[in-house]
T-cell receptor
Framework: GEDVEQSLFLSVREGDSSVINCTYT??????LYWYKQEPGAGLQLLTY?????DMKQDQRLTVLLNKKDKHLSLRIADTQTGDSAIYFC???????????FGQGTTLQVKP | DAGVIQSPRHEVTEMGQEVTLRCKPI?????LFWYRQTMMRGLELLIY????????DSGMPEDRFSAKMPNASFSTLKIQPSEPRDSAVYFC?????????????FGSGTQLSVL
């Protein structure tokens, strides 16, 4: 299909790890992205991974990429209440400059 | 840089009225995108421009929607006539397109309510 798929909701306790999953469609996507949207704001780029990598770590964030299964995940270690937001994965459609976003996963962090 | 600037921040209008949303991309960026966000449909790409030229408008819902980019520092999205189902948050984003790794920078959005 044409869609980038994500689960809609995830709830975790403060201090736990969060894992947000995504499946994408275009096997020729060169970069895959994670964006964060806080209430009332636009999307902000969190991190991205090049398609020839299978893992990227950036402080509390770990991105895993399974290119064979077209599966992307974002792990947030030691989740804080400030991490509560909507998280979007996105794929870049080859050489077009446009990003196709998933429907977003709402992360709720309980104190 | 001030980032991507959108105006107005909120717009409330009546069905049938014309609505114009405005966007100023980040200086030096050569690609501009208009997205629409709703609870039901998520984030939809409406149209995007590269070097002020519309490249893909396949996401524009219907002829009531039009977008222009008269120069590198300004774009508009117009809805005429507006309908209640157009109520959504409209985001503008810009990037510097080099053929790979398109990091989009988003504005804060325009919350549109059509009564």
């Amino acid at each position: 299909g044409e869609d980038v798929e994500q689960s809609l909701f995830l709830s975790v306790r403060e201090g736990d790890s969060s894992v947000i999953n995504c499946t994408y469609t275009d096997s020729s996507s060169t970069y895959l992205y994670w964006y964060k949207q806080e209430p009332g704001a636009g999307l902000q780029l969190l991190t991205y991974i090049f398609s020839n990598m299978d893992m990227k770590q950036d402080q509390r964030l770990t991105v895993l990429l399974n290119k064979k299964d077209k599966h992307l995940s974002l792990r947030i270690a030691d989740t804080q209440t400030g991490d509560s937001a909507i998280y979007f994965c996105a794929e870049s459609r080859s050489n077009t400059g446009k990003l196709i976003f998933g429907q977003g996963t709402t992360l709720q962090v309980k104190p | 840089d001030a980032g991507v600037i959108q105006s107005p921040r909120h717009e409330v209008t009546e069905m049938g009225q014309e609505v114009t949303l405005r966007c100023k991309p980040i200086s030096g960026h050569n690609s501009l995108f208009w997205y629409r966000q709703t609870m039901m449909r998520g984030l939809e790409l409406l149209i995007y421009f590269n070097n002020n030229v519309p490249i893909d408008d396949s996401g524009m819902p219907e002829d009531r929607f039009s977008a222009k980019m008269p120069n590198a520092s300004f774009s508009t999205l117009k809805i005429q006539p507006s309908e209640p189902r157009d109520s959504a948050v409209y985001f503008c984003a810009s990037s510097f397109f080099r053929g790979s790794n398109e990091k989009l920078f988003f504005g804060s959005g325009t919350q549109l309510s059509v009564l």
